[in-house]
């Protein structure tokens, strides 16, 4: 079967590939993959930033934004044929840590949890998967192609959690919330929040075309201009972006007890000159938490599929912008001006 890998370290070295079909012991459920989406991780991965092979392998198979369709499935399985599912990113530890043997290898604590697609796992941009039952979730069959939407919904059902959490540490009745970044985490974020009922503003560089009415079709705010320029005071802060500059103005300009979660992964190396002191007092003063937040768990698996089922339709599939077939993967990691989500199709590939 054909296979999208990669050699982690090695920029270009992304090619298809046959592989064998994968082996009884991976799992009971035998899983076709019909589409993986692509995100920041996967370009990092194909230009040798990040990622790792699985033990005694040479190469790593991509994808992790993932959905399948159930092919076999054993009685008593609780899966039947045909169902959708999505295959869980992060697999525990061996360990396994006191968080991953919670059930928490999103918290993992000693840091040799797997993810597929990323490290040490082969990922899900193959033709075919198998997985044990409790490493899958499984979809309503109305999300259809969408559910390929679930693993980044994870990502920020988990941040919402955990803001909510922290939130509770004291009297908190959070009103509006600015999202930094307008691709598919922070429009996902903004979902959600919108879905809390709160008043979203979304700041993003552009200034016209897909996002901003994406944002505006949601119900929330679009910003072109900096948070800082802005003058908003948010609750809460959403930062997708990663980038160093906006990171700052996140930290930097919350409400009073503001809960400023951080969710986009940015490279080492870039030096900004900084007001320590006047962050720090800040935040002291304010009684503000800033945090960081990866991954997800089974249980923001669950409050994903109950986000994608109250969302419109609509909305979320102008979120995938392109579907590119596997064999032409390479155009989908091109990136084009107006995109927001790009899924490789790997069911069509075996057609
Ligand atoms: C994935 C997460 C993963 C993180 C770090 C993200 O792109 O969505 O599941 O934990 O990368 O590897």
Redesign the pocket.
Known sequence: MLALTVRPGQQGSSSLRQMAEPHPDEGSLLVQSLVVGL????SEIINGE?GETPTGEDFLVLG??NLGRVLEAPSGSGMSVGDLVVGI??RPDPEPCTACAAGEW?MCRNGRYT?HG??GLHGLARERWRAEPDAVVRLSPSVGRLGVLL??T??VAKAWEQVERIGKRAFWQPGVVAVTGAGPVGLLAALLGVQRGLSVHVFDRVTAGLKPDLVRSLGATYHSDSLPDSGLRADVLMECTGVPEVVVDAMSNGAPAAIVCLTG?SGPGRRLPLDVGDLNRQAVLGNEVIFGS???NRRHCEQSTCALAAADPNWMSRLITRTVPLHRYPEAFARQPDDVKVVIDIEAAGQ
Do not use: L
């Open positions: 995100c920041g991780t996967d990040y992790h934004e990113v992060r999103d993810e990323i490290r693993e980044p994870t990502i992964v990866v991954n997800a």
